[in-house]
C-alpha cells in the first residue's frame, strides 16, 4: 500500500463510482469516465453495489458521484456498499489509508438533508484513514446541477493529476460529438458563431414549429424569449459535450431472434437483477383495481391490487412501511413521433439492432450494456430503456446544437445552454418538456438515434409504497396513486404591458411516465389481466411500525396518499392486537390525515374509521384544506400542521415524557418541511410550559434555558438518527 503522504504517482487507474436513483448521477459520473478515458487515464466504471466485484478494498484512487433520495437516503444501487462500508467503520484494524477519493453529490435544498449521501461519504471514509485529494462538490438542482458540476470536473483534471503524478493534458480534440478537453475550449468556439440581432428580432415569435408530419403524439408548445440574444457579441460557459460512445449494430434479421415482448414489460425484463434475491423483478398481475376519488377531485387517485401470491422471493420478506418498484413504459405514441422526428422510420424501428461502443476502451452505460448481447429494437430501447421525459441538462442542449442545420436553431440552443442564458433554460425547465418537444421546437435538430442514446438518461423505475399488510394477506400487494397530469399557463413573452388584457396564455398538457400507463392497462378489457414488472424495495430507514411490546406511542402524519404505508400499519396493529389478545393497553396510535375535500378525496376513509371505531387507532385528526363546510362542522383544520399545533402541549407531552415515535409519509418539498417546522415550534413551547424536561432533550447544558428553534431541529435531527423520527419522502 503507498505511503498517506506520497499519494498514488506513477499509478494511472482510477476508479469512477456511482449510486443513482433516478439517473443524473450515473449520466454524469459516465460522462466523467468518458473524459477520463480520452485523457489516456486507465479508467474503470462501477455502480457501488458491485464493490465485490471491482474490489473496492484494493482500489487506491476513485471518484464518487452519488445523489440522495428520499429523507437523506443513499440510492438504492448502493445499499450493499453502505453496509459493508458501516461493517468495516466496526473493525477497528479495517483501514483505507491508501485510497485516495473525490466526491461530488447531487442534492436538492428544497429536501432535507441536502447532499447528505456525499457528505456521510466523506465522513466515513475519511474515519476510515481514506484522504480525499480533491474538494467535495455539492449540486443542487434547486438551482440547477450545472452550476456545481461543470466547475467541480473543470477542476478534477488538475487535481487528479497532480495526485497521480501525470500531466494534466487535454483530452484529443475532435469534432462536435467528442469531448472537449474543457469548458475554456468550448467557449471559445461557441464565440466565434455569428451571433447578432439577426438572429434574435425583438419581433420574433416564441420558439415553435411544426413538420407538418401526421403524429397521434400532441406536440407541445416550448415558449422561450431569446430577445436577449440581440445585444449578445459572444456566447460563454457552455458545458462540455459528452462523448460519442454508442453505436447501432443492425446483424442480419433471419439470424436474429428477439425476445418477446408485450406492452406490460421490456422484453429483456428476465435480464434484470435486483439487489438481493427478494428484490429481484417478477411479474405481478393486475388483480383489482378501483378509482378512489370523486368526480369533482383536483385529482383523479387510484387503488390498485397486484397478485404476488406466485413471487416466492418476495413471500415472508415483505413488511408495512415497505414500497415496489413498478418498471414503466414511455407513452408509446410519444416514441412514435420521437422516432419520426429524427428520421428512423416504423420498419427501421422494428429491426433487430446491437448496441456496441464505438471506443473498446470505453464500456457501454449500464444501462445499454445489455445489449451489447442481447438483440432488441430501436423502438424498444426508447420505450423501455432510456428517459424520454427528464428534466433538460445542458449538456443535452449543448450536444443537440451540433446537430441543428439552421444556424438559428444552433445559436438559440447554444444561448440557452450557456451561462448568458441561464433565465431561459431556467423557464425551459419550468416548462418541462419531453425530447420531442425540444426537437419539435428546433424545426432543424435531427439527431442521429445512437447519439441521443449517448444523451439520455436511464428510465428508472417508479416507488409506490404498500398498503396493506402481510398479516392481513400476504398475496396482494395494495397502493394508490395519483394519475400524474396537469396543466401549465405560459404568459407570451412577446406580449407587452399595454396589451396583457388581451394576453391568450400559452397552455402546456404534461403527464407522467408511469401513472397515466397504469391507468391505462386498468381499464384495457382483455381476457387475461395485464401484469406488470416489479420488485420488492425494502424499507431500510427504520419505517416500521414497533411491535407491541413497545410501549412507545405511534404518531403517523400523511396527507394525500401519504397516507398508505399508514393503512399497512393498522392492518399489522389490528392483526397483532389481535393476537395478543391481552388486557393491557396497547400504546397509543394517532394518525394525522389530510386532503382537499371530505367527500371528494378522503382517502381509504372506510378503513380508517374502521379502524378507529375497533380501536386499533386511538386518536385521529382529518384536515380539509378545500373546504370550509366540512371544517367548520367537524371542527378541523386546513393542513397537518395546523392540527398538530392545536395539540402542541399533548404532542409536547408524548415525545418528550412518553418518547413517541414519528413517522412522516408523503412530499418532501411542502409538506414535511411544514410538519418540521411543527414540530420544532412543539417542542420549544413544550420547554417553555414544562422547563424540568430541558435536562431530558438536553443532558449536555450546564444551564438549561427554553429551547430555541436551531436546538429542536438538532433535536429532531438526532432522533431521527436514532429511528425515532422516520420520514418517507418523496418529490
Not at 57 to 83: C, I, K, Q
Not at 510 to 527: D, F, N
Request: aromatic fraction near 8%.
Amino acid at each position: 500500500m503507498p505511503d498517506t503522504a506520497t499519494g498514488n504517482k506513477g499509478d494511472s487507474r482510477v476508479a469512477f463510482l456511482y449510486a443513482s436513483q433516478t439517473g443524473n448521477a450515473e449520466s454524469i459520473s459516465y460522462t466523467v469516465y468518458e473524459e477520463a478515458v480520452k485523457r489516456g487515464y486507465t479508467a474503470e466504471y462501477h455502480v457501488l453495489n458491485d464493490y465485490k466485484k471491482f474490489k473496492f478494498d484494493e482500489l487506491r484512487t476513485a471518484v464518487f458521484v452519488v445523489s440522495t433520495t428520499g429523507d437523506g437516503d443513499p440510492p438504492d444501487n448502493s445499499a450493499r456498499f453502505w453496509r459493508a462500508l458501516k461493517k468495516t467503520a466496526r473493525d477497528e484494524q479495517a483501514t483505507y489509508s491508501h485510497l485516495r477519493y473525490a466526491i461530488l453529490g447531487l442534492g436538492d435544498t428544497n429536501y432535507s438533508n441536502f447532499c447528505n449521501t456525499a457528505q456521510r461519504l466523506d465522513k466515513q471514509l475519511g474515519e476510515a484513514g481514506a484522504t480525499a485529494f480533491y474538494p467535495t462538490g455539492l449540486a443542487d438542482d434547486a438551482t440547477g446541477l450545472e452550476e456545481v458540476v461543470e466547475p467541480w470536473i473543470e477542476g478534477l483534471w488538475p487535481a487528479l493529476a497532480k495526485e497521480l503524478g501525470s500531466s494534466d493534458s487535454s483530452a484529443p480534440a475532435g469534432d462536435g460529438n467528442s469531448a472537449d478537453g474543457s469548458a475554456d475550449s468550448t467557449a471559445d468556439a461557441m464565440a466565434k458563431l455569428n451571433i447578432d440581432s439577426s438572429t434574435a428580432k425583438a419581433d420574433d415569435d416564441p420558439a415553435a414549429a411544426s413538420s407538418g408530419a401526421p403524429s397521434a403524439y400532441a406536440f407541445q408548445p416550448l415558449t422561450l424569449d431569446f430577445r436577449p440574444m440581440a445585444t449578445l457579441k459572444a456566447i460563454t460557459g457552455a458545458p462540455r459535450i459528452p462523448a460519442h460512445v454508442c453505436t447501432i449494430h443492425r446483424p442480419n434479421e433471419e439470424k436474429e431472434q428477439l425476445p418477446k415482448g408485450n406492452h406490460e414489460c421490456p422484453p429483456w425484463n428476465a435480464e434484470i437483477t435486483g439487489n438481493t434475491p427478494t428484490q429481484a423483478p417478477f411479474l405481478a398481475p393486475i388483480k383489482a383495481s378501483q378509482r378512489v376519488t370523486g368526480d369533482k377531485a383536483l385529482k383523479r387517485t387510484l387503488v390498485v391490487d397486484l397478485d404476488v401470491s406466485e413471487a416466492k422471493n418476495v413471500q415472508g420478506e415483505w413488511c408495512a412501511g415497505d414500497s415496489f418498484n413498478i418498471y414503466a413504459r414511455n407513452d408509446p405514441h410519444m416514441v412514435s413521433a420521437l422516432l419520426d422526428r429524427i428520421g428512423v422510420g416504423s420498419s427501421e424501428a422494428q429491426r433487430p439492432v446491437f448496441i456496441r461502443s464505438s471506443d473498446d476502451k470505453i464500456k457501454l452505460p449500464a444501462h445499454l450494456s445489455r445489449f451489447s448481447s442481447t438483440a432488441t429494437t430501436i423502438c424498444a430501447i426508447f420505450e423501455w430503456a432510456v428517459d424520454i421525459t427528464a428534466s433538460p441538462r445542458k449538456q443535452l442542449l449543448r450536444a443537440l446544437a451540433d446537430h441543428c442545420s439552421e444556424p438559428v436553431d444552433k445559436d438559440r440552443m447554444l444561448y440557452v445552454s450557456s451561462r448568458q442564458g441561464v433565465a431561459a433554460f431556467d423557464e425551459l425547465r419550468r416548462q418541462g418538456p419531453a425530447l420531442v418537444d425540444i426537437l419539435h421546437a428546433f424545426p432543424s435538430c435531427v439527431p442521429p438515434a445512437e447519439r441521443l442514446l449517448d444523451l439520455l438518461p436511464p428510465l428508472a423505475p417508479r416507488s409506490y409504497s404498500i398498503c396493506n399488510a402481510p398479516q392481513s394477506n400476504a398475496g396482494i400487494w395494495r397502493f394508490a396513486f395519483n394519475v400524474v397530469e396537469y396543466e401549465l399557463e405560459v404568459v407570451d413573452p412577446f406580449s407587452s404591458d399595454e396589451d396583457s388584457s388581451e394576453r391568450n396564455p400559452v397552455r402546456i398538457n404534461r403527464r407522467g411516465v408511469c401513472t397515466p400507463w397504469l391507468e391505462h392497462l386498468c381499464k384495457a378489457e382483455s381476457h387475461e389481466p395485464p401484469s406488470i414488472l416489479v420488485s420488492l424495495r425494502p424499507n431500510l430507514n427504520g419505517f416500521r411500525l414497533p411491535p407491541p411490546s413497545d410501549p412507545r406511542p405511534v404518531l403517523m402524519v400523511g396527507p394525500g396518499t401519504g397516507v398508505a404505508p399508514f393503512i399497512g400499519f393498522l392492518e399489522q396493529r389490528a392483526a397483532e392486537l389481535e393476537a395478543a389478545a391481552s388486557s393491557k393497553a396497547a400504546p397509543l396510535a394517532w394518525l394525522f390525515f389530510g386532503c382537499r375535500s371530505s367527500t371528494e378525496d378522503y382517502l381509504f376513509k372506510d378503513d380508517i374509521e374502521k379502524q378507529r371505531s375497533t380501536g386499533v387507532l386511538d386518536r385521529l385528526s382529518v384536515c380539509f384544506s378545500r373546504d370550509p363546510d366540512a371544517r367548520k362542522k367537524l371542527g378541523t383544520q386546513r393542513y397537518v400542521q395546523e392540527a398538530m399545533l392545536l395539540c402542541e402541549d399533548e404532542i409536547g407531552e408524548l415525545l418528550v415524557a412518553k418518547d413517541a415515535m414519528v413517522f412522516v409519509c408523503g412530499d418532501a418539498k411542502g409538506m414535511a418541511k411544514d410538519v418540521n417546522n411543527a414540530l420544532a415550534d412543539i417542542l420549544c413551547s413544550y420547554s417553555v410550559a414544562h422547563p424540568a424536561c430541558i435536562d431530558r432533550l438536553l443532558p449536555d447544558v450546564s444551564d438549561p434555558a427554553p429551547l430555541t428553534k436551531v436546538q429542536a431541529i438538532q433535536i429532531l435531527g438526532r432522533w431521527a438518527s436514532e429511528r425515532r423520527y422516520v420520514r418517507d419522502l418523496w418529490a
